[in-house]
């Protein structure tokens, strides 16, 4: 038996877009055990609720993940709405619907980039982020932020989606088909990537169940949950679509479940789009009495849980919010032991935890002035990528 | 129904039956119980638990387990109060089932609830350096 070494990845770590820290206990070229160690990016959200407005809390939990961002304020409103006894009007679940739906093509193409990364692929990465980013644009067209939403609303959402821009949407599902179809079909032939992801990671139902995990992840170990269709929330048990689920419980099945994902959620989109009414976007809330209620929304990585409590004052006294990876990420402790290190870049990323990247930013001095556009910081990057070019020609 | 299910399984020990809507109903039950009405829950009748919320009522503590049955959608939120504020105790459910591990975590360092039985009752979000017996969301928490 060779000496037990430990490899700590983290807190910071090239491979990371988030600060959390995996310590690898490896013999030889195979690891035997993992710890686990989060925390660095607590913002104590739950206690700052109980500080904000009914109104407010939406704006605050959105900023929980910069990528499945609707799915924390739609869960919230769905829990106050729960509270109320209230429903929305119709045309307010179907935009719900539309705006949950784009941000799982989004969420999902970015985890297959990634993953694409994290396997040495690279050109997966660029193909996939290259079709995320129309959808990107489509969010700017709609709600004019490219993350960050601020669609959803006690009671209704914020805006309307105009009908100039009905055909922008259905344009950009029609030419994200053949994207997908050539993902499902890259993945499905590839060697390169059958060999890196079959049989590696492998969580099996039982640990699945036992852990509790969500999502793409309970449903690639054979574990047929989703909260759309279990506890059907907005409008998702008026439409057509199916949930995806395998039973190999490896990487493979984990990547299968995403990929065939986006096609249902564009078939969601499209029958959203053929289905929506005209009307009103909200319905009126003026107090909220004491109570409790729950809402669950289906975020990308899973189910997204909330409880707010009342007492009749304009501020919730207990909100707690649940995020999907806290049950998934625990998964790893099963899933990485047992191969080698270098499938433990892509395990760890298969469950997706939750990376923030915002793609774009401004710099600001302390007096609030704007040093920076975005344009400039993006004509930096691009005066840089050309010096690195020249300095390689030069070789 | 699973809803009569529970309700005749669980007649002695079931207090407050709220059905709030057919799909979330409430419920208390004693601390005592609480494990063996969990191992029903999960092994014999299959429910995910979805996670553990716990609140500062400023007399007692209270946890609410969120039970989900996938089956039919409903979620059942299982009740349990603590009413010694100085030494707030209940079993961990870490021997039955592993999602409960890093919610008791994060339960003890929020509000400063003891698991029985945890494995490693440490801190989960919270930085090793934080003083002790400061438990930021009990109501009575101040900064200073």
Same mark, same amino acid.
């Given at each position: 038996?060779?000496? =037990? ?17 995996? *310590? ?38 959105? #900023? ?18 729960? +509270? ?19 941000? =799982? ?69 029609? &030419? ?29 139902? /039982? ?21 759309? #269709? ?17 039973? /190999? ?6 990547? +299968? ?64 919010? =649940? ?9 790893? $402790? ?41 344009? &400039? ?5 691009? &005066? !840089? ?11 | 129904?699973?809803? &009569? ?5 669980? /007649? ?11 799909? =979330? ?18 092994? !014999?009748?299959?429910? #995910? ?13 209270? $946890? ?22 100085? *030494? ?57």
């Amino acid at each position: 038996m060779s000496e =037990r070494r430990v490899i700590p990845i983290g807190p910071y770590h090239p491979l990371q877009e988030e600060p959390e820290f995996f *310590k690898l206990i490896v013999e030889g070229e195979r690891v035997v055990d993992l710890e686990i160690e989060i925390g660095y990016n607590h913002r104590g959200i739950e206690k700052l609720a109980e500080a904000k407005h009914w109104d407010q809390v939406p704006f605050a939990v959105e #900023r929980i993940c910069g990528i499945c961002s609707t799915s924390h304020p739609f869960a919230y409103c769905l829990a106050v709405e729960d +509270l109320l006894g209230i429903t929305v009007p119709e045309r307010a679940h179907y935009i719900r619907m539309i705006i949950d739906e784009l941000q =799982r093509l989004h969420s999902h193409l970015l985890w297959l980039g990634l993953a694409g990364h994290f396997i040495g692929y690279n050109t997966i990465w660029m193909w996939a982020w290259k079709a995320r980013e129309p959808v990107l644009d489509l969010f700017e067209l709609i709600t004019g932020n490219r993350q960050h939403y601020a669609m959803m609303k006690i009671g209704g959402v914020r805006r309307d989606i105009k009908d100039e821009n009905y055909p922008a949407i259905k344009k950009m599902v029609k &030419e994200l088909y053949p994207t997908l179809k050539m993902f499902a079909k890259a993945v499905n032939d590839d060697p390169i990537i059958q060999k890196r992801t079959k049989d590696v990671g492998i969580l099996s139902k /039982e640990q699945a169940i036992s852990f509790g995990v969500l999502g793409p992840i309970a449903r690639a170990s054979g574990w047929d949950i989703d909260v759309r #269709r279990d506890d059907s929330y907005a409008l998702y048990d008026t439409v057509k679509w199916s949930v995806i689920v395998q039973k /190999e419980g490896d990487i493979y099945a984990k990547i +299968l479940v995403r990929v065939l994902e986006m096609f249902e959620s564009c078939s969601i989109i499209e029958q959203c789009l053929n289905k929506i009414p005209k009307g009103d976007i909200e319905t009126e809330v003026r107090d909220i009495p004491a109570g409790e209620g729950i809402g669950r929304v289906e975020a990308p990585r899973g189910e997204c849980f909330h409880y707010i409590r009342s007492d009749g004052t304009n501020r919730p006294i207990r909100h707690k919010i =649940r995020a999907p990876s806290l049950m998934n990420v625990p998964s790893n $402790l099963v899933t990485v032991p047992g191969y080698t290190i270098s499938d433990a870049a892509i395990t760890l990323a298969a469950v997706d935890p939750c990376y923030c990247c915002t793609e774009r930013s401004a710099a600001f001095l302390k007096t609030g002035k704007k040093i920076l556009t975005g344009e &400039e910081l993006v004509k930096l990057s691009q &005066e !840089k990528t050309e010096q690195l070019k020249k300095e390689y020609d030069k070789k | 129904m699973i809803k &009569e299910e529970i309700k005749r399984r669980l /007649e002695k020990n079931i207090k407050d039956w709220v059905v709030k809507n057919p799909k =979330r109903i409430y419920f208390t039950i004693e601390s005592k119980d609480l494990k063996e009405t969990v191992k029903l829950f999960y092994q !014999k009748m299959k429910l #995910r638990l979805s996670t553990v919320t716990g609140i500062d009522n400023l007399t007692n503590f209270e $946890l609410i387990y969120h039970f989900s049955c996938d089956k039919t959608g409903e979620l059942f939120n299982l009740r349990v109060f603590l009413s010694d504020r100085d *030494k707030p105790e209940i079993d961990s459910l870490c021997d039955i089932f592993e999602s409960s591990n890093w919610v008791e975590r994060e339960i003890h360092e929020m509000l400063g609830i003891k698991f029985k039985g945890h494995p490693n009752l440490t801190h989960l979000l919270l930085d090793d350096t934080w003083p002790k017996n400061k438990y930021p969301l009990r109501k009575d928490y101040s900064n200073e």
